[in-house]
């Protein structure tokens, strides 16, 4: 299947601070990109769909001013989790996908695990 | 009401046999797309199969075979032969062309193969 790489896997950081979280396409251009949250034990949630030069559209309940999601290219999209919070510690995914056929199927990043202390 | 319900929080199948994973799911939209995905403990989604809602035939995948049963709504992910390396999280998704093609997850199976 189509390979989608994430970074940094693992994040740590202070009360405060910004991270930014990069996912790339690397065998495919990516025309829409998502970008989840996982909290253990559960499911994915959605938190927000970008296309290519597009602004992202975030589901409800998600702070737009909080994760900043950039879709410069057709194989790179970033989250920036603004001024992170413990509470924002969690598990991101983001996932990939090539077209908008409803039968694309959508390839996942390997995840980063955030920690804000 | 839930898009797509896994009843199964978690179940152990013995090495070699086969393990049927429900998901049942709910739409009124007439095009949309299955998938399960699995989950190991690293945290990579991994995408096993895909049923469109117009595919006649199930989907089969090597050791995954997914059970449609459309008028049940119900899209089963049957993995034969279990191994070790089976042991993991499994996700069934929904794709619905009128909610603009987004995945929609249900809340998983945990699965522990046993030697």
């Known amino acids: 299947g189509a390979v989608v790489s994430q970074h940094p896997s693992w994040v740590i950081c202070k009360s405060g601070t910004s991270v930014k979280i990069e996912c790339r396409s690397l065998d495919f251009q990516a025309t829409t990109m998502f970008w989840y949250r996982q909290f253990p034990k559960q499911s994915l949630m959605l938190m927000a769909t970008s296309n290519e030069g597009s602004k992202a559209t975030y589901e409800q309940g998600v702070e737009k001013d909080k994760f900043l999601i950039n879709h410069a290219s057709l194989t790179l999209s970033t989250l920036t989790v603004t001024s992170a919070h413990p509470e924002d510690s969690s598990f991101y995914i983001c996932?990939?996908?090539?077209?908008?056929?409803?039968?694309?199927?959508?390839?996942f990043g390997p995840g980063t695990r955030l920690l804000v202390l | 009401a839930q898009k797509i319900t896994q009843t199964q929080p978690g179940m152990f199948v013995q090495e070699k046999e086969a393990v049927t994973l429900d998901c049942t799911y709910d739409?009124?939209?007439?095009?949309?797309?299955l998938f399960w995905y699995k989950q190991p403990s690293s945290g990579e989604m991994i995408f096993l199969i895909y049923?469109?809602?117009?595919?006649?035939q199930n989907a089969t995948e090597g050791r995954y075979s997914l059970n449609f049963q459309k008028a049940r709504k119900s899209a089963n992910l049957v993995i034969s032969a279990s191994q070790l390396g089976d042991s993991a999280m499994y996700f069934c998704?929904?794709?619905?062309?009128?909610?603009?093609?987004?995945?929609?997850f249900g809340g998983g199976t945990r699965v522990l193969v046993k030697p």
């Open positions: 996932s990939a996908r090539e077209g908008t056929s409803i039968t694309q199927t959508q390839y």
């Open positions: 998704a929904m794709r619905e062309r009128a909610a603009g093609n987004k995945l929609t």
């Open positions: 049923q469109g809602s117009y595919d006649e």
């Open positions: 739409t009124s939209d007439q095009s949309y797309g």
